[in-house]
């Protein structure tokens, strides 16, 4: 039972997990930008900056990381719907 809500909560945690990891990217990179941005443009416009860079090194970081586990996900998804069409035309 437990296992089976594990598989199927899998996708929405995996969901969430990554936009939770884009807004920390961002939070983290305008730290990082108005930090640096004190010396040359200015706090905020260093912070805006930093926190686009901040969300697109996250969406690469996750493109390496966790795009393996969405493939293995969808591939799951796609083999055990052509088992329940196979098993459908069988009866």
Do not use: N
């Not at 990554?18 to 200015?42: C, E, H, R």
């Not at 969300?55 to 796609?78: K, L, Y």
């Amino acid at each position: 039972m437990l296992s089976k809500l594990v598989v199927k909560s899998h996708g929405i945690l995996l969901e969430l997990a990554l936009w939770i990891l884009l807004v920390i990217g961002a939070i983290g990179g305008f730290g990082i930008g108005a930090t640096f941005g004190q010396w040359s443009d200015g706090a905020l416009t260093g912070g805006v900056l930093g926190a686009a860079l901040g969300i697109a090194a996250s969406f690469i970081g996750a493109v390496f990381v966790v795009a393996p586990v969405i493939f293995v996900r969808d591939i799951r998804q796609s083999v055990r719907a052509l088992e329940e069409a196979g098993s459908d035309s069988a009866t």
